[in-house]
């Protein structure tokens, strides 16, 4: 069964770092470029970044760019998002999401909070 | 401000038809693929519809989608109370060179 848990998220002050994880299973997760996509309290989707199979060719919502980095352990099935320079609009719930058809998103995990709060 | 507008809530009653749109530009919906999405508070979203009409195995097929120029579309049929649910468009946008999302609607089976 495909499935996809994230991990790593929390209550942080604004300025602070935190690093999200998450875990693949059930399927060949070093073929399939993946995707951050972040729901604020209230708030629809926003697509947040993106990483492709082989770890390059990677790209950032302008929200985002400069202060996040996503990567991938694909020997681990793993993927992160290091956050730095934490605001208090990044709060979220965190979601990671395989794109198995062009921007089509088919497994999502259930999220992780992240809440930028001093 | 989304780059992709959909209005912000439809509602029918069970059983009949309701019509969700999508509207951007070239760079986005002119020129990309759509997908379609379900999500429920505190669950997981869920993919309707991707390449702008083609449906996952164990999606209905009351659930379609279809594009035309800028704008998508997805319908609904024989709508059911299970339905209700946040819907959002998404596509990739070759000028920003980033993911892009409608700003959702809400969907209401009275």
């Known amino acids: 069964q495909e499935q996809l848990v994230e991990s790593g998220g929390g209550v942080v002050q604004p300025g602070r770092s935190l690093r999200l994880s998450c875990a693949a299973s059930?399927?060949?997760?070093?073929?399939?470029?993946m995707h951050w996509v972040r729901q604020a309290p209230g708030k629809g989707l926003e697509w947040v970044a993106v990483?492709?199979?082989?770890?390059?060719?990677?790209h950032y919502a302008d929200s985002v760019k400069g202060r996040f980095t996503v990567s991938r352990d694909n020997s681990k099935k793993k993927l992160f998002l290091q956050m730095n320079s934490l605001r208090g609009e990044d709060t979220a719930v965190y979601y990671c999401?395989?794109?198995?058809?062009?921007?089509?998103?088919?497994?999502w995990g259930l999220g992780t909070m992240v809440t930028v709060s001093s | 401000q989304s780059v992709l507008t959909q209005p912000p809530s439809v509602s029918a009653a069970p059983g009949q038809k309701v019509t969700i749109s999508c509207s951007g530009g070239?760079?986005?919906?002119?020129?990309?693929?759509v997908s379609w999405y379900q999500h429920l508070p505190g669950t997981a979203p869920k993919l309707l519809i991707y390449?702008?009409?083609k449906r996952p195995s164990g999606i209905p097929d009351r659930f379609s989608g279809s594009k035309s120029g800028t704008s998508a579309t997805l319908d609904i049929t024989g709508l059911q109370t299970g339905d209700e649910a946040d819907y959002y468009c998404g596509t990739w946008d070759s000028s920003l060179g980033a993911g892009v999302f409608g700003g959702g609607t809400k969907l209401t089976v009275l």
């Open positions: 990483i492709g199979y082989d770890g390059n060719n990677k």
């Open positions: 390449e702008d009409d």
């Open positions: 070239s760079s986005n919906i002119g020129n990309n693929y």
């Open positions: 059930g399927f060949t997760f070093s073929s399939d470029a």
């Open positions: 999401t395989r794109e198995q058809w062009p921007e089509g998103f088919d497994v």
